[in-house]
């Protein structure tokens, strides 16, 4: 019997929450630490926070605090909108503190660059912000009203007048746009923490980090030849809690049919997921390198057609009931994969094409087009039997998350993916 692997949950919000009572439960595991961002949940103790008895650890907002910890893993779970203020930074503290960190927020291929990469100029990062359409209060209640004003300055910005300009302003704009919308950090700067703790980084989940990564190339491997892949996502949110995202409203649902399109924040955020499932994607099945690989979005609106009340969010019918994104992978002028997520609030406004799930309640279907045949593979849950609970999409990814624990602690140093190569167990019967 081994001892038990020392954690620390990094927010336990929805996920990490579910991870919490886990290993609260689990022999396998001992909870030394929680990271709290609510200040009525400092000082309190963790099991509590989830409804289980005392267990005699206290959560902390204090950084400080966990980082002074001995521990084995950090359980990594922010929301969503943390990756856009200043997670990374935590990470690569965690990293160079000596924990291994296991995440289902992202670090799914951190050498895979997205529009807010650190390789990326301030400038063209506060391009790609100017245009975004932001719903909600997720990214807290100034940005919606900063965003027509530095729409106008980048017009000046990008004047002929101001040209000869350029160079000073990327100069000084680096630091506003690292304290207002932090860069991500690269996959050599995130490797370098790692090896520097003497520790190991891992990104997981149901999606990203099972459908396609495990099981998809799994399946491809039966092939002599694939030419291109698609995956599609179809789920109902009706009974997704409001603290993902902090309510649908800041995914655009329910709002105007033009406050959503490519430019929606959503959109650019599943830039943090998706594009690097088509990086691990395009170096299994095509050996292309992050630096190869091209991604195109296509997000677009759908009405409602019936009126759902989901948490603090109500759906008008017209309004947005569905939204529908397409993350295309090519290389070079190469199409070689489409991963698409198709989202809906209620079974009434659900948007199904004929290639989708035959379920409004939502699955999966992953398609490999090549040699010698066509594969395709449909996970559908029952209308009939479905009875709405989102826990169970929650508790997929924190099994992942929680079984990847001991080989990231006994891997060597780095960013770690993972092996697709044969492996045996031998008899010892």
């Given at each position: 019997?081994?001892?038990?692997?020392?954690?620390?949950?990094?927010?336990?919000?929805?996920?990490?929450?579910?991870?919490?009572?886990?290993?609260?439960?689990?022999?396998?595991?001992?909870?030394?630490?929680?990271?709290?961002?609510?200040?009525?949940?400092?000082?309190?103790?963790?099991?509590?926070?989830?409804?289980?008895?005392?267990?005699?650890?206290?959560?902390?907002?204090?950084?400080?605090?966990?980082?002074?910890?001995?521990?084995?893993?950090?359980v990594h779970t922010p929301?969503?909108?943390?990756?856009?203020?200043?997670?990374?930074?935590?990470?690569?503290?965690?990293?160079?503190?000596?924990?291994?960190?296991?995440?289902?927020a992202a670090y799914h291929?951190?050498?895979?660059?997205?529009?807010?990469?650190?390789?990326?100029?301030?400038?063209?990062?506060?391009?790609?912000?100017?245009?975004?359409?932001?719903?909600?209060?997720?990214?807290?209640?100034?940005?919606?009203?900063?965003?027509?004003?530095?729409?106008?300055?980048?017009?000046?910005?990008?004047?002929?007048?101001?040209?000869?300009?350029?160079?000073?302003?990327?100069?000084?704009?680096?630091?506003?746009?690292?304290?207002?919308?932090?860069?991500?950090?690269?996959?050599?700067?995130?490797?370098?923490?790692?090896?520097?703790?003497?520790?190991?980084?891992?990104?997981?989940?149901?999606?990203?980090?099972?459908?396609?990564?495990?099981?998809?190339?799994?399946?491809?491997?039966?092939?002599?030849?694939?030419?291109?892949?698609?995956?599609?996502e179809v789920g109902d949110?009706?009974?997704?809690?409001?603290?993902?995202?902090?309510?649908?409203?800041?995914?655009?649902?329910?709002?105007?049919?033009?406050?959503?399109?490519?430019?929606?924040?959503?959109?650019?955020?599943?830039?943090?997921?998706?594009?690097?499932?088509?990086?691990?994607?395009?170096?299994?099945?095509?050996?292309?390198?992050?630096?190869?690989?091209?991604?195109?979005?296509?997000?677009?609106?759908?009405?409602?057609?019936?009126?759902?009340?989901?948490?603090?969010?109500?759906?008008?019918?017209?309004?947005?009931?569905?939204?529908?994104?397409?993350?295309?992978?090519?290389?070079?002028?190469?199409?070689?994969?489409?991963?698409?997520?198709?989202?809906?609030?209620?079974?009434?406004?659900?948007?199904?094409?004929?290639?989708?799930?035959?379920?409004?309640?939502?699955?999966?279907?992953?398609?490999?087009?090549?040699?010698?045949?066509?594969?395709?593979?449909?996970?559908?849950?029952?209308?009939?039997?479905?009875?709405?609970?989102?826990?169970?999409?929650?508790?997929?990814?924190?099994?992942?998350?929680?079984?990847?624990?001991?080989?990231?602690?006994?891997?060597?140093?780095?960013?770690?993916?993972?092996?697709?190569?044969?492996?045996?167990?031998?008899?010892?019967?």
């Amino acid at each position: 019997m081994t001892d038990p692997y020392r954690l620390i949950i990094w927010g336990p919000g929805d996920m990490g929450g579910r991870a919490l009572r886990t290993a609260l439960r689990s022999p396998d595991f001992e909870v030394v630490g929680v990271k709290v961002f609510s200040p009525h949940k400092h000082g309190r103790d963790v099991g509590e926070l989830v409804g289980l008895p005392p267990c005699g650890v206290t959560a902390t907002t204090s950084k400080a605090e966990i980082l002074a910890l001995k521990a084995d893993c950090v359980v990594h779970t922010p929301t969503t909108p943390a990756l856009v203020q200043g997670a990374d930074a935590d990470v690569l503290d965690l990293l160079e503190s000596g924990k291994n960190v296991v995440s289902a927020a992202a670090y799914h291929n951190p050498a895979m660059p997205t529009w807010l990469s650190e390789s990326r100029s301030p400038l063209e990062v506060l391009r790609t912000v100017a245009r975004m359409r932001v719903t909600g209060s997720a990214f807290g209640p100034q940005l919606p009203g900063a965003l027509p004003a530095l729409k106008t300055l980048m017009r000046v910005v990008d004047s002929t007048p101001a040209r000869p300009a350029r160079r000073v302003l990327e100069r000084l704009a680096g630091p506003v746009v690292d304290r207002a919308i932090p860069r991500r950090a690269s996959g050599a700067r995130l490797q370098a923490a790692c090896l520097h703790g003497g520790v190991s980084l891992h990104g997981t989940g149901l999606h990203p980090g099972i459908m396609v990564e495990q099981l998809l190339l799994r399946v491809a491997g039966l092939l002599d030849e694939v030419r291109e892949v698609k995956f599609l996502e179809v789920g109902d949110l009706s009974a997704a809690p409001d603290g993902m995202w902090g309510g649908l409203a800041n995914l655009g649902f329910g709002m105007p049919l033009g406050a959503v399109d490519s430019d929606h924040v959503i959109a650019l955020m599943q830039h943090f997921y998706f594009d690097a499932v088509l990086a691990n994607v395009a170096h299994v099945l095509f050996g292309a390198d992050a630096a190869q690989v091209r991604v195109e979005r296509q997000v677009y609106p759908v009405p409602a057609r019936t009126r759902v009340q989901a948490g603090g969010t109500v759906i008008e019918p017209g309004s947005v009931g569905a939204i529908h994104m397409s993350y295309r992978g090519y290389i070079g002028e190469r199409l070689f994969m489409t991963n698409s997520e198709c989202w809906h609030v209620g079974a009434g406004n659900a948007h199904l094409g004929p290639d989708h799930p035959r379920s409004t309640a939502g699955g999966h279907v992953i398609t490999l087009d090549g040699s010698p045949s066509r594969i395709e593979m449909r996970n559908e849950l029952d209308d009939e039997s479905y009875d709405g609970d989102w826990s169970a999409v929650t508790d997929i990814s924190v099994k992942a998350i929680l079984d990847v624990i001991p080989a990231l602690c006994a891997a060597p140093p780095g960013v770690a993916t993972p092996d697709l190569g044969t492996r045996f167990t031998l008899e010892t019967r």
